[in-house]
């Protein structure tokens, strides 16, 4: 129930800042744009990082398989995924890169109607909240 508390205050978050602040949804737009470029000294070394990542990810994989920690296998999976892909297919990061870039872009029909948007996120939020203080 956690994770729904914490979905629920991130929604009942991005709700007000539509309704309130929408210029400050723009403004952490243009800063995730900005954290997703592929560094050139990151790729210039890709073969020791993919390295380093695959032996963790190996490693995490390894360490959890036998526990109930679905969550962190995931992230061993994802890590080992993304190492195989720096070691083999360095363009296709490039490509996610681009992808990644072009989802966190606000369009501008969802600023249009950002106060609907606001009031539906603010609304579930609050209702995710309220269900999961029943459960402590």
Known sequence: MIYI????????????????????????????????????????????????????AIFIIYSLINESTEYLIIIGVLALIFSLMLLLTPKAIFS?????NRVYMTDPTFMKYRVPFGMFLLLSGAFMIYSSIGYF
């Open 96 to 100: 996610l890169e681009r992808q990644a």
């Open 5 to 56: 508390l914490g979905i629920g205050a991130i929604s009942v978050f991005f709700g007000l800042l539509l309704l309130l602040a929408p210029n400050t949804i723009l403004s952490i737009e243009r800063r995730a744009n900005k954290i997703y470029m592929t560094d050139p000294t990151f790729m210039q070394y890709r073969v020791p990082f993919g390295i380093g990542l695959f032996f963790a």
